[in-house]
């Protein structure tokens, strides 16, 4: 399948003041000269994903189907606090009153109360997120993408709700989360309604695949002496005490100049790549990609809403080659 061509999203718009004067990141900002756009990618995406190390796929979903995923998610928190008083499910508006550290997703902290956080795991388990996550259209675009004749999602997965002022997920490539198995797995991000560039959605790392390779090498060679339980601990002590590479962006580039230096790239490859999403985008990447989430400063205060989902080629779970520890549903205290 060929490609159709698009900007390049290095030469896109620093001159026409689209993107943000600065992103907020989990620890620190990210000023405009170190920013650029994400590219939307039409439906021949096989050779963009090995390319790019990501695809975004605009209106894969059907609108209507999201937004009915993001009621049904916020209709659970009612009595919580979470959600602005007068407002819609659907709307999500963040209760502005309320302390953020009450109301923290996956991946922010987790929630601080005991309910909010209890009807936060229970949600992963409902039929109505169980449907939504085998929609037919990301399946077949999965399949048809990566060339399998079936695909196995892991139970795993993990709905993230970012409210704005709250913490956010930090810096990391998803094969540090899913060391347990050596096969190729996909992992696809979708918004669960319209996220603004400033809004909490995601942010990669331009070319950065090869980049989470080298680390990951680096990280198993240290490893090498390592019980079998730790060499696949994201949580080991090479890692930091949360998994992720790093929570400020600035921090992770001076902190792997080193790697970058020894493989002969360039500070020019240290461009974080935004987009302006809408309720029915895919983004599917790569395992080494390094991404992260940016802090929700939404000027509507709009709740983040979003899903996680990692796929294996049925061939590659069938023989035990996908990370098993992976193949229930997230609980707080899972320690992955």
């Known amino acids: 399948m060929a490609a159709a061509a698009v900007d390049s999203p290095l030469e896109h718009s620093f001159e026409n003041g689209l993107l943000p004067t600065k992103l907020r990141a989990n620890r620190g900002t990210i000023h405009q000269d170190r920013l650029g756009w994400l590219k939307p990618t039409p ?17 894969l979903l059907p609108r209507e189907d999201v937004l009915e995923m993001r009621r049904h998610f916020f209709s659970q928190f009612d009595g919580t606090g979470l959600l602005k008083p007068g407002t819609s499910h659907v709307d999500g508006i963040y209760n502005s009153n ?21 009807r936060l795991t229970e949600a992963h388990t409902t039929e109505g997120y169980e449907k939504f996550t085998s929609h037919d ?15 196995v999602m892991l139970q795993r997965t993990l709905l993230r709700h970012s409210v704005p002022g709250g913490d956010s997920t930090g810096i990391h490539y998803d094969r540090l989360f899913l060391r347990g198995g050596e096969a ?14 400033t809004g909490g959605g995601l942010y990669y790392l331009h070319d950065s695949v090869s980049l989470g390779e080298a680390m990951e090498k680096d990280y198993s060679e240290r490893a090498k002496d390592f019980a079998p339980e730790q060499k696949i601990n994201a949580f080991n002590q090479n890692m ?8 400020h962006p600035d921090h992770f580039t001076s902190e792997h100049d080193l790697v970058a230096k020894k493989e002969g790239w360039s500070q020019d490859r240290y461009k974080w790549l935004v987009g302006e999403f809408e309720a029915g985008d895919v983004i599917l990447h790569h395992p080494s990609m390094i991404h992260g989430s940016c802090g929700n400063d939404d000027p509507e205060g709009k709740i983040r809403l979003s899903t996680d989902l990692r796929f294996y080629d049925k061939a590659d779970f069938d023989r035990g080659a996908a990370d098993n520890r992976w193949t229930k549903y997230w609980h707080v205290n899972d320690q992955l």
């Open 137 to 151: 259209r990301l399946r077949g675009m999965v399949r048809d993408i990566m060339g399998w004749k079936q695909e």
């Open 43 to 59: 439906y021949e995406v096989r050779e963009r994903l090995e390319h790019d190390g990501y695809v975004w796929i605009k209106g």
């Open 240 to 247: 930091g005490a949360t998994g992720y590479l790093a929570d």
């Open 98 to 118: 309320d302390d953020v550290t009450i109301h923290r997703g996956v991946g922010g902290g987790n929630p601080a109360g005991e309910e909010e956080l209890r």
């Open 184 to 197: 190729y797995f996909l992992t696809a991000w979708v918004p669960i309604g319209d996220i603004s560039s």
